[in-house]
């Protein structure tokens, strides 16, 4: 007999678990189903195919110059963001120092800031130092934002790899750097890798603080919501939808798979 | 003896010690809490100095004064805005964990060779454009969205009387808000059912305890600390949560984040009453975090 779960119990909450996964999905292949619907107002009954909306946004400029500029912003906070959480985590694994616990607080203590509030405390800094408001002070609070996530990925790899690899490499006279370099990094470059990928789209999505210091070149998610205020761009909004969600759920399948093939591999090396 | 004359090749020294950048304490940490120091803690303690007139956007005198505050909490219209976003995340975070619940025990414990590609699939969704799942939702509720025009279409109400409550309502936005956070919230949970001795069940069962009864003795006391972390997770992003409100709240989804958001903005801008609004909010939330920071640890991070 299974102790925590009956045959019709599981039966039950197989069948809870199925509806809660289509009431996930529902919407987003709704948005798939009117992206290809021949009607400018997306509604039932459907009207006929078409790939009109693709054409239409592939073909509008401000679209794809707010995805340009937040293709550029993800890249330069993840990369930012992966730089500081990595620094940080070698020292949260690698190293005793006094006030360690305060000092990890305060790196994941933006998990936990509402993000209107993060948004104006640097709306009021930029304003009060004089920085006016750009691509870069939206970097600057992406990287705020996205460092936790990053330390959420790297330091429980940093803590799962075997430490006497780094001293032996350190015993046989590499530098830190270098035993950083030729044994650490190769050994985490999967958790880099999403860490930075967690980043990227945590950045590439984000509306909240960016909507309080963004400049004149608009991020895709300020566009959306600016866009979403006009009917008539609504259905190639929508398309627009659909490819950035099957394409970020691509993404995230893919790097969870990948993570999961290569990290077995290690597990299987490091203990032969 | 030997090592340390490797680890100090005399001949290299002079020449390359510009280069020795090696990975001290300091380096590694001086950067990373440089950032948060400047670009995190300054910018906060700038809203709390506007939230005490220490700098204003207004021309002509000013200096500490407590009147923002004092203003602020003799006001009923801000604190009431404040209780109705607490009761509202509160409402949407105890319902999507009680969805979530069973969930993650299904995953954790039925015993299914797929949970972790299952896992995958309840999460996935989570991980995609926030905004654009709220697009989603707009609409599918619309007046003449996807639930209405399918209504109609199938005869079952008339376009005249279209269910109008659907968006733009207090039900919209936290409809919503359960829609987004519930993959996530199943998380937490998981992992405190994952990391259950099932031994404990099977020392119950054999000790004549029901499975409702194991449930209720052994599983459900040992997760709490995931469902507490779980709860919490929501509760607190979604108590100053803007976004979805001003897209699918209209006047009576307005919620305190809105009037934060308003204060900045170009109508009438209030800094120093917003900055109340924003400092009070942040205590609230690190009060929260503080109180249950045993059950937020996020794992191995904060080792020693």
């Known amino acids: ?272 | 003896m030997a090592l340390s004359e490797v680890h100090d090749p005399p001949a290299r020294l002079g020449r390359r010690r510009w280069l020795r950048l090696d990975l001290t304490t300091p380096t590694l940490l001086g950067l990373p809490l440089a950032w948060l120091v400047v670009f995190f803690l300054a910018p906060i303690a700038i809203v709390a100095a506007y939230s005490f007139d220490v700098y204003s956007l207004n021309p002509g005198p000013h200096g500490f004064t407590l009147t923002a505050w004092h203003d602020f909490l003799h006001s009923s219209v801000y604190l009431r805005l404040f209780w109705k976003s607490v009761k509202l995340s509160l409402t949407v975070s105890a319902i999507i964990v009680l969805l979530a619940y069973p969930l993650a025990y299904y995953l954790a414990l039925s015993g299914t060779k797929r949970k972790y590609i299952l896992l995958l699939l309840l999460i996935a969704p989570f991980l995609t454009s926030y905004l654009l799942r709220v697009l989603a939702w707009k609409v599918i509720l619309g007046n003449q969205g996807a639930v209405n025009t399918f209504l109609f279409w199938t005869g079952l109400r008339s376009p005249d009387h279209p269910l109008s409550q659907l968006l733009y309502s207090r039900f919209a936005v936290m409809l919503v808000l359960g829609y987004i956070w519930l993959p996530f919230v199943a998380l937490p949970i998981f992992v405190s059912l994952e990391s259950l001795d099932r031994r404990l069940l099977e020392a119950a069962s054999d000790l004549g305890a029901s499975r409702l009864q194991a449930f209720r003795r052994v599983t459900l006391p040992l997760s709490l600390p995931g469902v507490v972390a779980a709860f919490l997770f929501v509760f607190i992003p979604t108590l100053g949560e803007f976004v979805t409100p001003s897209l699918v709240g209209g006047a009576s989804g307005y919620l305190y984040g809105n009037q934060i958001v308003d204060l900045f903005g170009t109508g009438f801008p209030d800094w120093e009453t917003g900055s109340v609004l924003a400092i009070f909010l942040l205590g609230v939330v690190g009060a929260l975090t503080i109180v249950f920071a045993r059950f937020l640890q996020p794992g191995e991070v904060t080792v020693d």
């Open chain 1, 1 to 272: 007999m299974d102790v925590a779960l009956s045959k019709n119990g599981a039966r039950l909450l197989r069948a809870f678990f199925a509806l809660v996964v289509v009431f996930l999905y529902a919407p987003i292949v709704i948005l798939l189903i009117f992206s290809f619907n021949n009607s400018a107002v997306p509604s039932f009954p459907l009207s006929g195919f078409t790939f009109h909306w693709y054409h239409e946004f592939l073909a509008n400029p401000d679209l794809k110059a707010a995805l340009e500029t937040s293709g550029i912003i993800a890249a330069l906070s993840s990369v930012g963001a992966v730089v500081l959480g990595l620094l940080a985590a070698m020292a949260l694994t690698r190293r005793r120092f006094v006030g360690k616990s305060a000092v990890s607080a305060l790196l994941l203590s933006p998990l936990v800031i509402p993000y209107v509030v993060f948004g104006i405390s640097l709306l009021l800094f930029f304003h009060t130092v004089g920085v006016p408001r750009s691509v870069l002070t939206v970097v600057i609070g992406h990287i705020v934002i996205s460092v936790p996530y990053t330390l959420l990925v790297l330091v429980p790899r940093l803590n799962q790899i075997d430490v006497s690899l780094e001293e032996a490499a350190f015993d046989l006279g590499a530098s830190r750097l270098r035993t950083f370099r030729s044994i650490t990094l190769p050994l985490i470059v999967p958790a880099v890798v999403s860490a930075f990928l967690i980043a990227f789209t945590t950045s590439f999505d984000e509306y909240a603080v960016a909507s309080f210091v963004v400049g004149t070149r608009v991020t895709f998610p300020i566009y959306l919501y600016s866009a979403l205020r006009f009917p008539s761009q609504l259905p190639q909004v929508i398309a627009v939808a659909v490819v950035v969600l099957v394409l970020s759920l691509v993404v995230v399948v893919a790097a969870e798979v990948g993570r999961r093939i290569v990290e077995r591999r290690f597990a299987s090396l490091e203990s032969s």
